[in-house]
């Protein structure tokens, strides 16, 4: 078994009884009380989750911006200091190399600075990529492992957070945006969005203060959270999962990510003329939430099925435990991606009634 | 994380236990609070209809949670005298009483020698303690 890389927390969470899997080469904490109680203590209180095996890059140079948009399909010319873009990497074909955050971070002597967020199992993936397709005026410095990142998720992980970090406005950040600022006396980034469907941060402090921000956390009565809180709350609110519901071989138009095309206003990116093709002929398949009458789970590479034909795949499934009922995402055609559909999904050997439903299946309040 | 491993029980590989009446010969089949943990959060339960056959290490069920769907393997050839329906109605208790209330069968066995090549508890309890 190829060695597992740690996060700077990984000592602390064993302490706190963590329970430990290996996640796109990283040990991470998979689940410290349960799946079900950290799940709602994310939405009814808070959670934090140490996601420091993400990727992390710093980008500075006087055309950053115009450079990265050659290779997303997102409108970056409205991204100015202090906000954020949720978009894609695609390669020539339009599918998806990863999905990714970029945050604009100022203009510093003439450079701009970008920082961008990518997935864990992708971040080699992507340094590659950008590096062959970024210039040599674009500095490109990894931080993955010199810095740790900590989402602190739930309707009251603000105003916990903000009692740390007495010196910034973090109540007043509007959800997207980002400021650095103090945090325990450690320099931090603050960036308002998340991965569960609630309000909430991600922080990133350097490795240094890991522990004791980790700490301070806890001190205050949030709720320590592993991988599969993760996994059940981002499949509520149905964000997809790089490796399991997108991948190098699907379109941002089939996984349900029309919204992070902008066609009209940006002229040229990698990809485009395949995506030009899918919206005026339409998509193939498309990706779309499905809900069970049962209990029984759908689960990643599940058939699925329509008149006893194979018509689609699940990408991703599990109970809801805010709902009661199992949830999942799948590829269907687009005769068939239509909410109120009914289809079936074929769990070991049998088969069972599914229903095209809208997404997200949870909305925080 | 220790757990109990009750010293009346006899325990297969796969992690179920066999409680055995002797003299009725009916073995009680559930799943140990190894597994039980293991598992974590169980969102679903199948079990056979009572009436049915099961077999010696052939799947009667299985047991599902968010984490993973797991079979379940009969410790004895024998017919279902008995499920536990409260159990199928919120798996999630299994976690309470593993050994206790949330047993999940009660086979009428062919022939106890079935269980012949089961553990004991202490033999269970290196098996397992050997894997954490």
Same mark, same amino acid.
């Given at each position: 078994?190829?060695?597992?890389?740690?996060?700077?927390?990984?000592?602390?969470?064993?302490?706190?009884?963590?329970?430990?899997?290996?996640?796109?080469?990283?040990?991470?904490?998979?689940?410290?009380?349960?799946?079900?109680?950290?799940?709602?203590?994310?939405?009814?209180?808070?959670?934090?989750?140490?996601?420091?095996?993400?990727?992390?890059?710093?980008?500075?140079?006087?055309?950053?911006?115009?450079?990265?948009?050659?290779?997303?399909?997102?409108?970056?010319?409205?991204?100015?200091?202090?906000?954020?873009?949720?978009?894609?990497?695609?390669?020539?074909?339009?599918?998806?190399?990863?999905?990714?955050?970029?945050?604009?971070?100022?203009?510093?002597?003439?450079?701009?600075?970008?920082?961008?967020?990518?997935?864990?199992?992708?971040?080699?993936?992507?340094?590659?990529?950008?590096?062959?397709?970024?210039?040599?005026?674009?500095?490109?410095?990894?931080?993955?492992?010199?810095?740790?990142?900590?989402?602190?998720?739930?309707?009251?992980?603000?105003?916990?957070?903000?009692?740390?970090?007495?010196?910034?406005?973090?109540?007043?950040?509007?959800?997207?945006?980002?400021?650095?600022?103090?945090?325990?006396?450690?320099?931090?980034?603050?960036?308002?969005?998340?991965?569960?469907?609630?309000?909430?941060?991600?922080?990133?402090?350097?490795?240094?203060?890991?522990?004791?921000?980790?700490?301070?956390?806890?001190?205050?009565?949030?709720?320590?959270?592993?991988?599969?809180?993760?996994?059940?709350?981002?499949?509520?609110?149905?964000?997809?999962?790089?490796?399991?519901?997108?991948?190098? @071989?699907?379109?941002?138009?089939? /996984?349900?990510?029309?919204?992070?095309?902008? +066609?009209? !206003? &940006? %002229?040229?990116? =990698?990809?485009?003329?395949?995506?030009?093709?899918?919206?005026?002929?339409?998509?193939?398949?498309?990706?779309?939430?499905?809900?069970?009458?049962?209990?029984?789970?759908?689960?990643?590479?599940?058939?699925?099925?329509?008149?006893?034909?194979?018509?689609?795949?699940?990408?991703?499934?599990?109970?809801?435990? @805010?709902?009661?009922?199992?949830? /999942?995402?799948?590829?269907?055609?687009?005769? +068939?991606? !239509? &909410? %109120?559909?009914? =289809?079936?999904?074929?769990?070991?050997?049998?088969?069972?009634?599914?229903?095209?439903?809208?997404?997200?299946?949870?909305?925080?309040? | 994380?220790?757990?109990?491993?009750?010293?009346?029980?006899?325990?297969?590989?796969?992690?179920?236990?066999?409680?055995?009446?002797?003299?009725?010969?009916?073995?009680?089949?559930?799943?140990?609070?190894?597994?039980?943990?293991?598992?974590?959060?169980?969102?679903?339960?199948?079990?056979?209809?009572?009436?049915?056959?099961?077999?010696?290490?052939?799947?009667?069920?299985?047991?599902?949670?968010?984490?993973?769907?797991?079979?379940?393997?009969?410790?004895?050839?024998?017919?279902?005298?008995?499920?536990?329906?409260?159990?199928?109605?919120?798996?999630?208790?299994?976690?309470?009483?593993?050994?206790?209330?949330?047993?999940?069968?009660?086979?009428?066995?062919?022939?106890?020698?079935?269980?012949?090549?089961?553990?004991?508890?202490?033999?269970?309890?290196?098996?397992?303690?050997?894997?954490?």
């Amino acid at each position: 078994m190829p060695l597992l890389l740690r996060t700077p927390l990984h000592t602390v969470c064993l302490k706190q009884k963590a329970r430990m899997t290996g996640f796109s080469g990283w040990e991470m904490p998979v689940q410290f009380s349960s799946i079900r109680q950290e799940h709602e203590a994310v939405r009814t209180s808070a959670g934090a989750f140490d996601i420091s095996h993400m990727g992390k890059f710093i980008l500075a140079g006087p055309d950053v911006i115009a450079q990265l948009q050659k290779l997303v399909p997102s409108d970056l010319s409205r991204l100015s200091e202090g906000k954020a873009q949720y978009t894609v990497l695609l390669n020539e074909q339009g599918g998806i190399i990863d999905d990714l955050i970029v945050y604009h971070q100022g203009i510093t002597n003439g450079n701009q600075q970008i920082t961008l967020i990518v997935n864990a199992g992708t971040t080699d993936k992507d340094k590659t990529w950008l590096q062959a397709h970024l210039s040599e005026s674009v500095s490109f410095t990894d931080v993955s492992r010199r810095n740790a990142l900590i989402a602190v998720q739930g309707p009251k992980a603000t105003e916990k957070l903000q009692q740390l970090c007495a010196e910034e406005n973090i109540q007043a950040l509007p959800r997207y945006n980002h400021l650095t600022g103090k945090l325990l006396g450690y320099p931090a980034f603050f960036a308002r969005t998340g991965y569960t469907g609630e309000d909430g941060f991600e922080v990133m402090v350097p490795v240094d203060a890991a522990v004791a921000v980790w700490q301070k956390l806890m001190d205050l009565g949030i709720a320590p959270c592993g991988l599969g809180a993760r996994d059940t709350l981002r499949l509520e609110a149905s964000m997809a999962l790089y490796g399991q519901d997108i991948n190098d @071989t699907t379109t941002p138009l089939e /996984a349900g990510l029309g919204w992070l095309v902008h +066609l009209d !206003k &940006v %002229d040229d990116f =990698v990809g485009r003329a395949v995506l030009e093709q899918q919206k005026a002929n339409g998509v193939a398949r498309k990706l779309v939430g499905l809900t069970l009458a049962g209990r029984n789970i759908a689960r990643h590479d599940y058939d699925l099925l329509s008149e006893g034909q194979s018509v689609g795949i699940v990408t991703s499934g599990t109970f809801s435990p @805010t709902l009661g009922y199992p949830v /999942a995402l799948g590829y269907l055609p687009p005769n +068939l991606a !239509k &909410v %109120d559909q009914r =289809v079936e999904v074929a769990i070991r050997g049998k088969t069972f009634p599914a229903t095209v439903t809208k997404r997200p299946f949870y909305k925080s309040k | 994380m220790a757990f109990d491993y009750p010293e009346d029980l006899q325990y297969l590989d796969t992690h179920e236990y066999a409680r055995v009446d002797e003299e009725e010969k009916i073995v009680t089949v559930g799943i140990t609070a190894f597994a039980v943990d293991q598992m974590g959060d169980v969102v679903f339960l199948e079990l056979p209809e009572v009436g049915d056959s099961v077999e010696k290490g052939e799947n009667f069920g299985t047991i599902e949670s968010v984490k993973a769907v797991e079979d379940l393997k009969s410790p004895v050839n024998g017919s279902v005298l008995e499920r536990n329906d409260a159990l199928l109605e919120s798996p999630e208790d299994i976690a309470n009483d593993p050994y206790g209330e949330a047993w999940l069968i009660k086979v009428k066995a062919d022939d106890l020698s079935d269980l012949d090549e089961a553990m004991s508890a202490a033999e269970y309890e290196e098996q397992v303690e050997g894997d954490a």
